[in-house]
């Protein structure tokens, strides 16, 4: 489907069911266990819609609705709550959610209420033409990146490597993966081709290239992208 969805969900039986039943009908889900996290992520991440339980550690959902909305990201919102009191929903409808599920629910309204919200819209984890972490901004669409402000140069390959990373942020990439996503099965790199190249995007990107925040080496396996 290229529908890329948040999950804000501290319960963990329920996140786990909630995230197993999406991704079954075809999601990209990406969890959240409370709201400073979940606000984090809907606010510097693409996701085509994001699912907020109400009551989380650190921010409510009402909070993070709030604070999506402020910066003016029009991502369609889903609440989930154990409270049924119509002041609620009616609370979080005027933050500017856009529906709302109370707790205990059946997994198909669930999947249905998901479906209505998407209907008919193109991904936007796909359009989206500029990406930020940390103190870098991504421009996809000119082909650019900033750092603080300032133009960091890097070459076309070391680009479309820092691309392929962010399109499959949170997942393990081996070496092998990144040879043939960013250099194609017809290229005849090494994999010490690719270390260099990460070694490269850490130098100009990471605060500290010796302690990577963004780009992490998992020995054995390969690398991950968590910006």
């Known amino acids: 489907m290229g529908f890329r969805i948040l999950l804000c969900e501290d319960e963990p039986g329920l996140r786990l069911a909630v995230s197993d039943r999406l991704r079954a009908e075809g999601y990209a889900v990406e969890t959240a266990t409370d709201g400073n996290e979940g606000l984090q992520r809907a606010t510097r991440e693409s996701f085509d819609l994001l ?3 109400v009551m989380m550690p650190g921010r409510s959902g009402f909070d993070v609705v709030r604070e999506v909305r402020q910066q003016g990201l029009q991502v369609p919102i889903l609440m989930l709550t154990a409270r049924g009191e119509v002041v609620d929903r009616v609370v979080g409808l005027k933050l500017g959610a856009d529906d709302y599920l109370t707790k205990p629910f059946a997994m198909a309204e669930l999947v249905a209420r998901v479906e209505a919200r998407l209907r008919g819209a193109p991904p936007r ?17 000119s082909a650019q990146v900033t750092r603080e402000g300032r133009a960091v140069e890097l070459s076309a390959r070391e680009f479309h490597l820092l691309r392929h990373f962010i399109e499959h942020r949170g997942q393990i990439r081996s070496r092998d993966d990144l040879l043939n996503g960013v250099w194609g099965v017809d290229a005849m790199p090494t994999p010490r081709t690719v270390d260099v190249h990460v070694a490269g995007l850490r130098r100009k990107l990471e605060p500290n290239p010796h302690v990577p925040r963004y780009l992490l080496t998992l020995h054995g396996l390969g690398y991950k992208f968590v910006g």
């Open 51 to 53: 699912v907020l339980d």
């Open 125 to 141: 984890s796909v359009a989206r033409e500029a990406y930020r972490f940390g103190d870098v901004v991504v421009d996809f669409g």
